[in-house]
T-cell receptor
Framework: GAGVSQSPSNKVTEKGKDVELRCDPISGHTALYWYRQSLGQGLEFLIYFQGNSAPDKSGLPSDRFSAERTGGSVSTLTIQRTQQEDSAVYLC???????????????FGEGSRLTVL | QQQVKQSPQSLIVQKGGISIINCAYENTAFDYFPWYQQFPGKGPALLIAIRPDVSEKKEGRFTISFNKSAKQFSLHIMDSQPGDSATYFCASLISGSARQLTFGSGTQLTVLP
């Protein structure tokens, strides 16, 4: 596809379960971001991948959250032992190069809506 | 230092009116200020952006006004249309070193027909 693809679009899980959210960025984009958007709230930065560099994990809220990016393309965000406060829309974004990031032009997917019961 | 404060949280405007959304920042190192538009069920998309070397940028009905001394910038939507109803996020970036955008909390705009 032409845009950033995320799956699943909706996920309902029980408290304590682990979940995996997937992001397939735009082909050729070297930078990949995960953001979290809680209901009626802004966009909270979680993690950033740029090429082969070590990821910027400074936004991860706890050690229950982790992410990986395989082969410089697809990324998976994993939330272990989910809690009700983890309920949110998880947005993935990609950008062409770090140079493009400087223009603030991120391309977002439609998000994965997570509901923890 | 990294915070961007956005107001109002919600805004209702009549069709044809002017919508104004304001943002204020603290970190003087920010040097790029994009606005993102988000429709329900969609991800945010870049709408318009400005650098602090200009005081205003206009693209169609959308204008960013920038006040460097006050550390404020605003989005003006002229002749607002129902199709403009969306959530708008301001953001700030340090071009030389930032790896992420700092987003405002968002403004939900409703344009009444």
């Amino acid at each position: 596809g032409a845009g950033v693809s995320q799956s699943p679009s909706n996920k309902v899980t029980e408290k304590g379960k682990d979940v995996e959210l997937r992001c397939d960025p735009i082909s050729g984009h070297t930078a990949l971001y995960w953001y979290r958007q809680s209901l009626g709230q802004g966009l909270e930065f979680l993690i950033y991948f740029q090429g082969n560099s070590a990821p910027d994990k400074s936004g991860l809220p706890s050690d229950r959250f982790s992410a990986e990016r395989t082969g410089g393309s697809v990324s998976t965000l994993t939330i272990q032992r989910t809690q009700q406060e983890d309920s949110a829309v998880y947005l993935c974004a990609s950008s062409l190069t770090s140079g493009r990031v400087r223009t603030g032009e991120l391309f977002f997917g439609e998000g994965s809506r997570l509901t923890v019961l | 230092q990294q915070q961007v404060k956005q107001s109002p949280q919600s805004l209702i405007v009549q069709k044809g009116g002017i919508s104004i959304i304001n943002c204020a920042y603290e970190n003087t190192a920010f040097d790029y200020f994009p606005w993102y538009q988000q429709f329900p069920g969609k991800g945010p998309a870049l709408l318009i952006a400005i650098r602090p070397d200009v005081s205003e940028k206009k693209e169609g009905r959308f204008t960013i006004s920038f006040n460097k001394s006050a550390k404020q910038f605003s989005l003006h939507i002229m002749d607002s249309q129902p199709g403009d109803s969306a959530t708008y996020f301001c953001a700030s970036l340090i071009s030389g070193s930032a790896r992420q955008l700092t987003f405002g909390s968002g403004t939900q705009l409703t344009v009444l027909p």
